[in-house]
Every structure is written in structure tokens, then in C-alpha cells.
């Protein structure tokens, strides 16, 4: 199982989304359940996968989902099992391709590893993601995203240092904290525009 996104209405609406990988197939498929796991349904085939429910999901039904080779997709109709994805434009994380014939060109996004949206995000309609060269902003729900820093690593630097958690306060100015694994940590009081490593002792 690749990940497992519970509803923030979960009381109400008993809704949980499964992605798995199928294997004999070569896809990952995305399974939701409405009745506490009794029955489960097909709500995706592919290699897109939901990363992440927006906190007020049973208004305004907004799920980000994520593709390790074409990058973010948001979807808002509210359809548990026949979710209408459209594309997210992240030119930020834009991967380029130059062809001696054809010059350059976008041969996909980086790989987004985490979303977290604002706790505020039912007013300020804001959205984090987390890739290797930068975390982007969205502050249209996630149609539209831009830089906010770059985290200066590479894709040669090793698992253990990517950025794979992030988690932020309400209110105007939110502390954002970002970690990796071990015992990576930074904290940003500026929004994510700058960031101070936190020593853990």
C-alpha cells in the first residue's frame, strides 16, 4: 500500500482513500470506501495518487493529487469514484529536455513528495508542496503554483536528506516547520521564504 488519506469529514461522510500498487499490471490503482472499509470501489487506475484532502474537503470537495512523472493535479467535483482531475501549473518544477534538433523542452515536473494545506485554507485558499529543488506556494486551491525557495538539493543527494514532512501554524504569519528523515529540521517564520536548521539535542 503506497499511501491511505482519511476524509476530514470521516464522522460524517466514512470516506477513505487506498492507493496500492498492481504489481501484474505495472499501475498503481486508487480504491475508496464510504461505508468504514466494508466495500471498496475503482476511483483511479493510473500513476496519479491523492496526496492530500483539503481541511474543509465536505465544502469544497478539493483533493490534491500527485504523479511521480507529471507532477500535481487537483480535483474538485466531489466525486468519490469518478474524480475529475486537471492539471496544476507548477513551472517552478518544471523538468527540461534539450534535443540537438528541436532545442529545449518540458519532458515533465519534478516529484512532489508532500502537501500540506494552510489551516486557514477555506479562507486563504493557500496550499505548500514539497518537491527537491524548491517548495511552491499555490493560493487558488492548488490550480496555480509558484516558488517560494529553493532547498538547493540535488537528484544525486541521497533519500535521507529530502524534505518529506511539513507542517505550519494558523494565522497570518504562519511557523512553518519542514523535516526530512534522521534528524533533519528547519523551521521558517517568514512563510517559507527562508528557512533556519533546527538542532535537535
Known amino acids: 500500500m503506497d499511501g491511505l488519506l482519511f476524509s476530514p469529514n470521516y464522522a460524517l461522510d466514512h470516506a477513505v482513500w487506498v492507493a496500492r500498487n498492481d504489481e501484474q499490471n505495472f ?30 474537503y465536505a465544502q469544497d470537495s478539493t483533493i490534491l493529487w500527485a504523479d511521480p512523472a507529471s507532477g500535481l493535479y487537483v480535483s474538485r467535483n ?11 501549473s507548477v513551472e517552478a518544477l518544471s523538468i527540461f529536455r534539450f534535443d540537438p534538433q528541436a532545442g529545449w523542452s518540458v519532458s515533465g515536473e519534478q516529484a512532489v513528495w508532500v ?9 486563504d485558499r493557500m496550499v505548500y508542496a514539497v518537491a527537491d529543488a524548491a517548495l511552491v506556494l499555490s493560493t487558488d486551491g492548488g490550480g496555480a503554483w509558484s516558488p517560494l525557495c529553493k532547498w538547493n538539493f540535488g537528484a544525486a543527494q541521497i533519500e535521507a536528506q529530502r524534505i518529506i514532512r511539513l ?31 533546527v538542532a535537535l539535542k
Do not use: C
Open 115 to 123: 502537501v500540506a494545506f494552510s489551516p486557514n485554507f477555506a479562507q
Open 167 to 197: 507542517a505550519l501554524t494558523a494565522g497570518d504569519r504562519p511557523v512553518m516547520v519542514a523535516g526530512g528523515a534522521g534528524a533533519r529540521l528547519a523551521v521558517s517564520r517568514d512563510g517559507g521564504r527562508s528557512w533556519l536548521p
Open 78 to 88: 466531489g466525486d468519490k469514484v469518478f474524480p475529475s482531475l486537471q492539471k496544476a
Open 27 to 56: 499501475r498503481r490503482d486508487v480504491l475508496v470506501t464510504s461505508n468504514e472499509g466494508k466495500n471498496w470501489t475503482m476511483a483511479r487506475a493510473g500513476n496519479a495518487q491523492p496526496l492530500a484532502l483539503s481541511p474543509s
